[in-house]
């Protein structure tokens, strides 16, 4: 947003004291404006005809999302990973027959007829955005006997065998009381980083719109350059929860 105030007065140096303004008068106006859900622009490098390469700009978001989405699944019993990879904030895709008949002069393409392009090779490159996610949660766990005795207790092993258990009866009415006192502490850490790729492919008879009746390509994932990756912090939110038993 751009925003500008004006305003003006007159002060005479002699004579009644006079203060008329004018103003404020308000000058703002939207430079810019783009909507995360949907915004795309596809460029044509140069203008058509003599387009070789297109330029895709993209706000960074899952397809068919307005967010970027990530996937998660348990990689052990205490902690969830999740993966997430947008769309291509930018890409370029270079028709390389057509880069190379304007290198030599002939311009428009002529085995692109408007229509359908008969032979298409195309190298493209993109950046995406990617993010992260490890969520670590263990539950801190005490086990305390009606006596207030404490035993250690860890989920996935054992409970202790308690030697002269009776003597644990506080009140003498021939049962124990026990609480389980359980505590989450729950931990996230976040890594975004840019992911960048490149391909190709070659295409045989591209209508255009329509299909293409050969195609053949590949992509390759050429590595990911962190931009954020802060201390994994707690999380709050979590309650502690007691449990009453008797035996």
């Known amino acids: 947003m751009f925003d500008a105030t004006l305003s003006a007065f007159l002060h005479p140096v002699i004579g009644p004291n006079l203060d008329p303004t004018v103003g404020p008068l ?7 404006s783009i909507d995360s859900a949907t ?7 140069p203008p058509p005809p003599d387009t070789v390469a297109h330029l895709t700009l993209n706000w960074p978001h899952s397809m068919g ?24 904030i930018v890409k370029l895709d270079v028709d390389v027959i057509a880069l190379a008949l ?26 995406a955005l990617a993010q992260h996610f490890d969520l670590n949660s263990v539950l801190d766990a005490s086990l305390t006997l009606e006596d207030g005795t404490s035993l250690p207790f860890a989920f996935g092993s054992p409970l ?35 992911d960048f790729h490149i391909g190709g492919d070659i295409g045989i008879l591209d209508f255009n719109p329509g299909p293409t009746l050969f195609s053949v390509g590949a992509d390759l994932d ?13 999380l709050g939110g979590f309650n502690s929860q007691d449990y009453h038993f008797q035996v």
């Open 26 to 32: 308000d000058l703002g106006f939207n430079l810019l």
């Open 39 to 45: 915004f795309t622009k596809p460029l044509d490098l």
């Open 65 to 88: 999302a307005s967010t970027l989405e990530t996937n998660g699944a348990p990689v052990d019993a205490d902690t969830l990973h999740s993966d997430g990879t947008s769309l291509d």
């Open 102 to 127: 304007a290198v030599l002069g002939i311009s428009p393409n002529p085995l692109d007829l408007g229509f359908v392009d008969l032979v298409e090779l195309n190298v493209n490159g993109g950046v």
């Open 160 to 194: 202790p065998i308690i030697p002269n258990a009776s003597s644990h009866d506080a009140n003498h009415d021939g049962q124990i009381d026990f609480g389980l006192h359980l505590t989450p502490d729950a931990t996230l850490d976040n890594k975004t980083a840019l």
């Open 222 to 234: 050429i590595g990911e350059i962190p931009i954020y990756h802060p201390d994994a912090f707690t």
